[in-house]
Each structure stands twice: as structure tokens, then as C-alpha cells.
């Protein structure tokens, strides 16, 4: 049996804690917008305290960051998976977005996280926006390295296309039929490959 000690004990309580402010900000965020929930509201909901909660982000824009990464995470995490099953580039990309097609059908779908927040933080030099952009740069290039790698013809237009009907996929899939969008952006997606 192990004895954790005061520090370890401490360490794991912030970590949830934490974790805990950002889930919840998070999925209010995706659910309701960023601008439209305030940080006691979350606060709130956690529950927590304003202590609490300054300690961790100092602010509403670096929870919002925090928020961006964490989605930003999830999609690195699943493309990561994706290379764990195979090591073929053309399988690779084809789980990849695939993946992605998926998100478009969960309960409660509201768009793509990274468009949302574009849309409510424009400036330049927002951390959220940069958050944003150096997203779908790692996106961009890593459909441009499979595509190369599976050699599909004029690889750098087909990874603009492809990243162009993601975008139209996510926001399709909000105001439409979200079985219906990720139908036609996997269809959409086959026939660019092909």
C-alpha cells in the first residue's frame, strides 16, 4: 500500500480541481458561447471559488486559451491513435478524417470549437485567435505530409480542399443534419482521394 504524501495529495487536488473549471467552462463554452458565459457562472457550476479559479487561469481569455488547447489536444490525441493502428499514410489520413466526420454526430454538436472561437476573438493578436491558427497550420500540414506520403497528385491543393470542406462539414453539420453532413464530407472526402 502506498502513502501519498501532503505535497502529492495537494498536487492531485489543484490538478482536478483545475480540470474541473475547465470542463466545465468548456462544455459551457461549446454549448452556449464564450462570450455569453461569465467566469461565475463557472465558477458556480464547478462548483469553486473566484480564488480558485484565478489561481489557475488568472483570467477568462487564458481559461478560453486553455479551453482551445484542450480541444486542440483531443484532435493531436486522435490522430495519434490513428498511427498507433496503422502505419500506413493513406489509412492514417483516411482515419483521420474520418475521426472528424464522427465529431460531426455527437449529442449536442455545435459547430467546430476552433470556428466558434475565431468568430468571438478576430484580433490578430489574441492568444485565443494564434491558439486557433496554430491549430489548423498543425492540421494543414499534417493532411499535407499524408497526402504526400500516400502520393495523391498536387498534394498542397488537395490539403487546402480538404481543410476548406472540413470547415464546411462542421458548420453544415450544426445547421443541417449533422448524419447528413458527415455522409456527403466522407463521400466528398473519397472522391477527392481518388
Known sequence: MTIDSPTSLRQRRSSSQRGRLLETASSLFYSEGIHAVGVDRIIQQTPSTRATFYRYFGGKEALVLAHI???????????????????????????????????????????????????????????????VVEHRIWFARTLLELLRDSEIPQPERVARRLVMLRDGAMVSGYLDDPRVAREDFVDAVRVMLE
Open 69 to 131: 488547447q484542450k480541444r486542440d489536444r483531443e484532435l493531436r490525441d486522435l490522430y495519434r491513435a490513428v498511427c498507433e493502428r496503422t502505419a500506413d499514410p493513406r489509412q492514417r489520413l483516411e482515419g483521420l478524417l474520418h475521426g472528424i466526420g464522427d465529431h460531426l454526430c455527437f449529442a449536442g454538436f455545435r459547430g467546430c470549437p476552433f470556428i466558434n472561437a475565431a468568430a468571438e476573438y478576430p484580433e490578430a493578436d489574441s492568444s485565443v485567435h494564434n491558439a
